[in-house]
């Protein structure tokens, strides 16, 4: 059962069909996740006896259908991510880059907050697709090895990063830097909402940036609260 007093990566990490209800609610559980949730519910001016109550019922065992990726390995996690976000990054940046320009073309005369969303946008995915670079080439199979090193099974990897904290560190920096850029792109659209009478064009834009922006939050958890301290704690008690 969710406390008060629990920090917010803390619930969803330890379940994650929580991360249904943080979506709901619009309370940050990946960047901004170390707060209590009695902190974060203040922030949002929202009712915390409701948001505990939904908690409790997407949590139920009979309610909740989501993998707990905090008992599966961390080599099918690291696959997890590459295959599900990584791949959604790809496919998506460029969709909704083309969807910028052309509600851009056609509104942003009008709609100066446009060519800022667009410019951030491109500024955002350029940044996502170095990262999981880095990520996919160096980190994640790294950390694979280093899995299969601390089970007996070969020997123990190399590296040009000693600790794998120094990584790990840049890795979060980066998440920071896109989920800011994200919510600034969330506050330029004033939370996605495209103008009344707004073309087929400018609803799909708006749409695909909301559903960007879920995913890219259950992304940076995985890592951030999930992998990356498990591989950490992994390292520690193997030197």
């Given amino acids: 059962m969710a406390t008060t007093t629990q920090t917010v990566r803390d619930i969803a990490t330890e379940n994650p069909a929580a991360v249904r209800v943080f979506e709901k609610y619009g309370i940050d559980y990946c960047c901004g996740g170390r707060v209590p949730l009695s902190e ?3 922030t ?3 009712n915390i ?16 259908g989501e993998k707990d990726w905090g008992k599966e390995s961390l080599g099918n996690l690291a696959t997890y991510i590459v295959d599900t976000h990584h791949a959604y990054v790809t496919r998506e940046v460029p969709r909704l880059n083309e969807l910028a320009g052309k ?21 955002l995915g350029e940044e996502l697709i170095a990262h999981q ?9 790294y950390i ?42 969330r506050g330029l659209s004033q939370d996605y909402t495209p103008p009344a009478g707004a073309c087929p064009t400018f609803r799909a834009f708006y749409a695909g940036l909301h559903e960007f922006e879920q995913d890219l939050h259950q992304h940076i958890h995985l890592e951030n609260n999930v992998l990356f301290p ?10």
Avoid: W
């Avoid at 509600?103 to 500024?123: F, M, W």
């Fill in 230 to 239: 498990r591989a950490l704690v992994l390292e520690a008690s193997a030197v």
């Fill in 133 to 141: 670079g880095k990520e996919e080439v160096v980190l994640f199979p």
């Fill in 49 to 64: 006896d409701n948001v505990i109550a939904s908690l409790e019922a997407a949590t139920a065992p009979s309610a909740s």
């Fill in 44 to 46: 949002r001016g929202l």
């Fill in 40 to 42: 974060a519910c203040a």
């Fill in 103 to 123: 509600v851009v073309s056609r509104h942003g005369d009008t709609r100066e907050e446009l060519p800022r969303i667009q410019a951030k946008l491109a500024e």
């Fill in 144 to 185: 694979g090895k280093f899995e299969r090193y601390a089970s007996g099974d070969g020997a123990k990897p190399r590296s040009c990063f000693g600790t794998i904290d120094h990584p790990i560190k840049m890795m979060t920096q980066d998440h920071d830097y896109a989920g800011n850029l994200m919510a600034e792109i």
